[in-house]
């Protein structure tokens, strides 16, 4: 009987198994759009928690909030979205319905601080950083979109040319 070290054996050139020909779990190759909800999920949460959490400490940067629930309620609301954005992007799933929520809650959040946070003055300029971001991930879920409209119009290639 013939004895190899383990070097001898990893030497020997040796053709892939079924193992190795197996694609990559969802983890290693996770669309660009799970990406994005993970991203999207995970700001939507911290963002949306945190005035639940610590409601002082959020006046505290953002400017007073005569109606405490109100402040909660819609963090608690962001946070909803969130974590069904975490959850979908974690499954490697994000379903054309919840990305048009995530894409359209981002514009109307955006549209809100830059009009209440710029020529109205009523807010906070703070909610002016908030706006940048939200209209960032509205941009991306658009282009994301439209990356996923174009590549489903490309004609196949051939199979055997």
């Known amino acids: 009987m013939v004895q190899m070290t383990s070097g001898q054996a990893l030497a020997s050139p040796m053709p892939p198994g ?3 020909l197996r694609p ?3 983890r290693e190759r996770r669309p660009q759009r799970a990406k994005l909800a993970l991203a999207h ?4 949460v911290a963002a949306g928690l945190w005035p639940v959490l610590h409601l002082r400490s959020f006046a505290s940067v953002t400017g007073p909030k005569p109606e405490g629930w109100l402040t ?5 609301c962001w946070a909803n979205l969130g974590a069904a ?9 994000v379903a054309q319905e919840l990305r048009l929520a995530a894409g359209t809650t981002a514009l109307s959040f955006a549209a809100m601080d830059f009009w209440y946070a710029g020529p109205r003055r009523r807010i906070s300029p703070v909610y002016l950083v908030n706006g940048l971001v939200e209209l960032g991930f ?3 879920w658009a282009a994301s979109e439209w990356r996923e409209r174009s590549a489903s119009r490309r004609r196949p290639e051939a199979a055997f040319a």
Request: proline share 7%; aromatic share 4%; charged share 20%.
């Open 41 to 44: 999920g995970a700001y939507l």
């Open 24 to 26: 990559r779990p969802v």
């Open 85 to 93: 954005l975490l959850a979908a992007g974690a499954r490697g799933k």
């Open 72 to 76: 909660k309620g819609v963090g608690v």
């Open 138 to 140: 509205a941009a991306a």
């Open 18 to 20: 079924p193992r190795e």
